[in-house]
């Protein structure tokens, strides 16, 4: 099953491997998905199933996301997503997707929003150097010239400049599956991904 899942970031840890070496991990909550929706090549020109994730109470959804699961007998739920697919006849409406469609040693692309770090300068954003601390410097981490004086006489599109780092759509490829708990819904992958704990993560196999 290529489809992907909808999650949540629990936090970091680490564990021992089988040599006793220390590996740092990622424990990420997936899901239980619902299909809300298959969409067919004849009907919507591409093939693609929409998950759903997240019960919450109806009265936080708009009139036309209620209708929309409500025609498919469906709980409101706070995220949608749709994942591209070959194979839509598959799958059906209202089927419950778990952790059990991934394995130990199962390769994959978590997409999410990363930390925002608020408004940085150039140090921090793009790893410039700075200035000299001693003699009278009056430039430490100032950003220094930032155009030519003549010809075109004006600061080119897509100067380095401070600005807001962070809070941009990650996306983490091919992260190892070390454990998966399919009674909680809970699996474990080796190393780090993006965001926060809590952060709503989007978790589907690597190609």
């Keep these: 099953m290529s489809i992907g899942l909808l999650g ?14 220390i590996v740092p991990v990622t424990v990420l909550k997936i899901g239980p998905c ?6 067919t090549d004849l009907k919507d020109n591409y093939n693609a199933i929409q998950v759903g994730y997240g ?5 936080f959804l708009t009139q036309p996301e209620l209708g929309h699961l409500q025609k498919s007998n469906i709980q409101p739920l706070k995220y949608l997503k749709e994942f591209r697919v070959e194979n839509p006849e598959e799958f059906q409406v209202g089927q419950i997707l778990t ?8 390769l994959i692309d978590v997409t999410g929003k990363s930390s925002g770090k608020g408004f940085s300068g150039l140090q921090k954003r793009y790893n410039f150097s700075r200035g000299p601390m001693t003699h009278g410097s009056k430039n430490h981490r100032a950003p220094g010239s930032i155009g030519m004086g003549t010809t075109p006489g004006r600061v080119l599109p897509g100067k380095k400049m401070a600005g807001q780092l962070g809070n941009k759509v990650t996306n983490i490829k091919k992260l190892k599956i070390i454990q998966v708990n399919e009674t909680e819904n809970i699996i474990v992958v080796k190393g780090s ?15």
Excluded: A, D, H
């Design 34 to 39: 619902i299909i809300t929706q298959i969409k």
């Design 8 to 21: 949540n970031k629990i936090g970091m840890t680490q564990i021992f491997n089988e040599s006793g070496n």
């Design 99 to 106: 952790v059990n469609s991934f394995t130990v040693g199962q």
């Design 55 to 59: 019960n919450l109470p109806s009265k």
């Design 193 to 207: 991904v993006p965001g926060k704990p809590g952060n709503l993560l989007n978790i589907m196999p690597s190609k």
